[in-house]
């Protein structure tokens, strides 16, 4: 209830929430204060549209403590700051960038800087808010229409009453004699109704259903997935360049891989010396027999190329090239890097067999060709890689023939010495 | 500097035994608020308004479509390449970011050095310095390429165990920024609750009454509020002040640090932030002179603050041309072959063009801004600061593009030429950044309605408000 006098009518109902008096100035606002303060009261305050100049001592309100709060605050910063940078860059993972320091302070200040900054000014915020209790949507004096002047051009002062000196009469006389211009009782604002059901429900709902999409994501953290994952970013999987099986519009027959223009040598073309160009070209078996090592599909026995002095010398040369490594010079598989993988202790390495042994001298050319070209699986394991990429099948090939003739140094007696070469020994 | 009578709309003298009033006319609380207020509250917005949000709209959602065609195609659709790395993007960051630091200064800096004035601009400038670093967010945010990666330059654990490196002023720009766009935020919305409140307390609409009360998080304006809200507006000012001041040394530290010739220089960070200053008022004029005409506040924003904004944008751009001759004169005096190079090519290389237009709009014809006269007309310094604007955007132009144009090696020069898509996202950012400023007009209170009363309040204790 309100008035334009200075008299107030008494409230009759039992929830009387406090007293608002308005004043027309800031100035007699303050006066007003003074006595209030002067008269003991705790549960008050003074409300103006800005701050007024001079009402925290005539209310007697102390220094707030958030500067401490956010001193406090900026000094964390600034330590976490530094130590982020300092363990990040200095000692988890260090990178050398430029010959610059791992950590230095002229370079890691900036980023302190800013981080005390922001964790202050987060404290002067935040502490701010919670210091004034805000956000909060009610207040004693809220039943007061008046009170909204409060932001426009009005000074009010509201005594609550659940002060413990809170009289009705008391403090209304004390209003009126420091010059109130009115004065009002404010009723407690109603207690605020429960939020429907379907609201609670609504929210409810939603707060569970958002925890589905992190609960799957935990689970892929911790599972295999067997298929390709998503991938949204395309990069360049997809490109214009084209395949060798796609169409084009580019030649007249559509097809993208060209054939062979005449005169030119493919990648795995074979000499022109080799004279075995028709042969390979009409006939199927000469094709298994000299590219695969096959006779009627079982590893061959015999050669495909005619065997002379100079096959074997190429198949020395491509022997110490290719094979000498692991195998030897002799064969006997002490190739340096054998030796070296004893050296260092490497138990994971496998040693060759020496080509003379008995199991290795009872193999087929063609098996030969065959670990040659594929390689060779011990336990699982690939313990020789496959040559197919690095040597063409006429040098495998001699390189067999010359195999033969390491074996047979090591497997032969005095008797299988010509004459001529007999007399050089004596 | 006048001691004849000035009429009463003029409270640009300097006699220094009256301090000139803040706000003209016959204002009261009363009346400050129901100008600023009605300016939000009005059922019909004016035409004019709907007519340019309608332009910036189109601009802004053209922006995001580019960004789109960035995102799929890749930062070939600009002009950067070989040698020049860093385009228009780049300047354009340094452009907005620049613009954002005089919302700051108003804010802060001149908080702190009790300036009065500051209070009919301050909440004005603080948005734009919002809306400023959003555009300035954005660039470097899309110019990375993969952009779905960003967030690797945040210190976050991942299973490649990689950290980023503190020690790039890359990285320190991200932190700088960052902190920036917040404090920024924090500081504005802090200033802005009582003026909510005000808002809330006038609403007439539901929706109104939800909205500002939801926003203004019930302050009531107790004097038990206000005391601590007091203490958290200084602290945060004083926070503010070496932030911005940080923030744009910075990002010149982004070239600084590097070693090209023109931009290995220890005058970048002082350089720098007086040019961010100097262009951000600029912007400030050219807001203000319009908006002031348009929402009515002539009695609030004064001639005198146009002319206190003039004389620090003559100021600062004093700082800018001394920073021009300290840099030619440095290139001269170190007999740094490279050095003196880099300069040369500036004022007379293929560059020359845009050179003497940074020199001539930044240096020459703010001149003009020692006359009184172009201080306190309006369109006049409209004119100017628009000029500025354009000196300032060309200033970061020369800085990043001649330096990389033509650095050590002969043979890796090349010159520099924007695509269109380049020219078209800086106009569309400026469609983003005056459809958040049109928004902020028509929702939000414009002028710090409680500080300005709190100045009143002030200006009537020494019996100097102006009573006619």
Redesign the interface.
């Known amino acids: 209830m309100t008035t334009n006098d200075n008299n107030l009518i008494d409230a009759t109902t039992e929830n009387v929430s406090g007293l608002l008096a308005r004043y027309d100035s ?1 100035d007699s606002l303050k006066a007003a ?1 003074r006595s209030f303060r002067d008269a003991g009261y705790t549960k008050w ?9 001079g ?2 001592p005539a ?1 007697g ?1 102390r ?2 403590r ?2 401490l709060l ?1 001193f406090a605050a ?1 000094l964390t910063g600034g330590i976490i700051a530094l130590l ?2 300092w363990w ?2 200095a000692v ?2 260090p ?1 050398i ?1 430029s010959g ?1 320091p791992l950590f ?1 302070i002229p ?2 200040i ?2 302190t ?3 005390i ?2 964790f ?3 404290a ?2 935040f ?3 919670a ?2 209790n ?6 004693p004096f809220e039943s007061s229409e008046q ?7 009005g000074f009010f002062l509201g005594v609550e009453a659940n002060d413990p000196k809170f009289d009705q009469a008391a403090v209304s006389d004390l209003m009126n004699s420091t010059g109130a211009a009115s004065v009002e009782s404010c009723l407690a604002p109603p207690p605020a109704p429960p939020l429907p059901s379907a609201v609670v429900w609504g929210v409810a709902t939603c707060c569970i259903l958002a925890v589905v999409p992190l609960l799957v994501v935990a689970k892929m953290r911790v599972s295999l997935k067997e298929d390709r994952y998503v991938h949204p ?1 395309l990069d360049m999987d997809y490109q214009p360049s084209l395949g060798t099986q796609d169409r084009t519009t580019l030649f007249k027959d559509g097809r993208t891989m060209r054939p062979r223009l005449a005169e030119t040598v493919a990648q795995y073309d074979l000499p022109r010396d080799l004279g075995i160009d028709q042969q390979l070209a009409e006939s199927d078996e000469f094709y298994e027999h000299f590219m695969y090592g096959l006779v009627d599909g079982e590893h061959a026995t015999s050669y495909p190329l005619p065997v002379t002095d100079e096959l074997v010398a190429r198949g020395r040369e491509r022997y110490d090239i290719f094979c000498a490594t692991c195998h030897g010079i002799s064969g006997d598989g002490n190739g340096p890097v054998t030796v070296r993988a004893g050296e260092r202790g490497i138990g994971a390495w496998n040693k060759p067999p020496p080509m003379h042994d008995e199991y290795v001298v009872k193999q087929t050319a063609g098996k030969l060709f065959h670990t040659i070209t594929n390689g060779v699986m011990r336990s699982e394991v690939q313990a020789m890689p496959g040559y197919a990429s690095q040597i063409p099948p006429q040098d495998r090939w001699a390189i067999i023939l010359y195999l033969r003739a390491l074996q047979r140094s090591q497997n032969a007696s005095i008797d299988d010495i010509p004459e001529d070469k007999l007399r050089q020994l004596r | 500097m006048s001691t004849i009578a000035l009429p009463n709309d003029d409270n640009t003298g300097n006699d220094p035994s009256k301090r000139p009033p803040l706000v003209l006319g016959a204002s ?3 009346s400050i ?1 129901d100008a600023i207020s009605e300016i939000a509250e009005q059922p019909t917005t004016p035409r004019i308004w709907y007519v340019i949000f309608g332009v910036t709209s189109a601009l802004t959602v053209m922006f995001f479509a580019l960004i789109g065609l960035l995102i799929v195609t890749g930062v070939g659709v600009w002009g950067n390449n070989s040698p020049v790395f860093w385009g228009w993007p780049i300047v354009n960051f340094v452009f907005w970011v620049g613009i954002g630091h005089a919302g700051t200064l108003i804010s802060a800096i001149l908080f702190l050095f009790r300036q009065k004035w500051r209070t009919s601009i301050n909440r004005f400038a603080e948005a734009m310095t919002i809306f400023a670093v959003v555009c300035a967010g954005i660039f470097p945010g899309i110019h990375v390429g ?1 952009i ?1 990666l960003v967030y690797w330059l945040a ?1 976050y654990p991942n299973e490649m ?9 890359l ?2 720009d991200v ?2 920024i ?2 920036y766009a ?2 920024s935020l ?2 504005w919305y ?1 200033g802005m609750v ?1 003026d909510l ?2 808002f ?3 609403s007439k609409t539901p929706l109104k009454k939800l909205t500002y ?2 926003l203004a ?16 507006y200084l ?2 000012a004083a ?2 002040t ?2 911005v001041l ?1 923030v744009h040394s ?1 990002v010149s ?1 982004d070239f600084a640090v590097s070693q090209l010739p023109g931009w290995h220089t220890t005058i970048f960070p002082p350089y720098f932030v007086a040019g961010a200053i100097f262009s951000g008022f600029a912007m400030v004029i050219t807001l203000m002179v319009p908006a002031r005409a348009i929402f009515g506040l002539k009695h609030l924003v004064t001639t005198r603050h146009l002319d206190n904004i003039n004389k620090i944008m003559l100021s600062t751009s004093l700082m800018v041309g001394l920073a021009y001759c300290t840099e030619l004169f440095i290139a001269w005096y170190s007999g740094a072959p490279y050095e003196q190079f880099a300069f040369l090519n500036r004022a007379t290389g293929p560059y020359w063009w845009a050179y003497w237009t940074m020199f001539t709009c930044n240096v020459i014809i703010p001149q003009v801004l020692w006359f009184k006269k172009f201080r306190t007309t309006p369109v006049l310094m409209f004119v100017v600061a628009i000029f500025v604007n354009i000196g300032m955007w060309f200033e970061r132009f020369v800085i990043v593009v001649t330096t990389l144009t033509r650095d050590f090696v002969p043979t890796s020069w090349g010159y520099f030429i924007p695509t269109p898509v380049d020219i078209l996202m800086f106009l569309g950012s400026f469609g983003l950044f005056l459809s958040l400023f049109l928004l902020f007009l028509k929702f939000l209170p414009m002028v710090a ?3 300005v ?2 100045v009143m ?2 200006d009537k ?1 020494r019996g100097t408000r102006d009573e006619g």
Not at chain 1, 134 to 139: A, I, S, V
Not at chain 1, 147 to 153: F, G, I, Q, V
């Open positions: 800031a204060a305050d003074c409300f103006s549209p800005f701050p007024v100049h009402i925290d209310m309100i220094r707030t958030l500067p956010v900026g982020m940078q990040t860059n988890d993972y990178i960038v610059k230095s370079a890691n900036p980023v800087f800013e981080l900054v922001l202050a000014a987060f002067a915020f502490g701010v808010l210091m004034n805000l956000p909060k949507y009610q207040n009170l909204k002047d409060s932001t426009r051009d970013v | 009261d609380y009363g608020t993969r779905w210190p165990a990689l950290w980023p490196n503190f020690r790039s002023p990285l320190w932190f700088a960052s902190t917040t404090v924090l500081f802090l009582p409140a005000t809330r307390d006038r009360g939801a998080l019930g302050w009531r304006g107790s004097a038990r509020q206000w005391h601590r809200y007091e203490v958290a602290l945060l926070l503010a070496p932030l940080s910075v530290f309605m409680a500080e009363k709190g309040e002030g204790r």
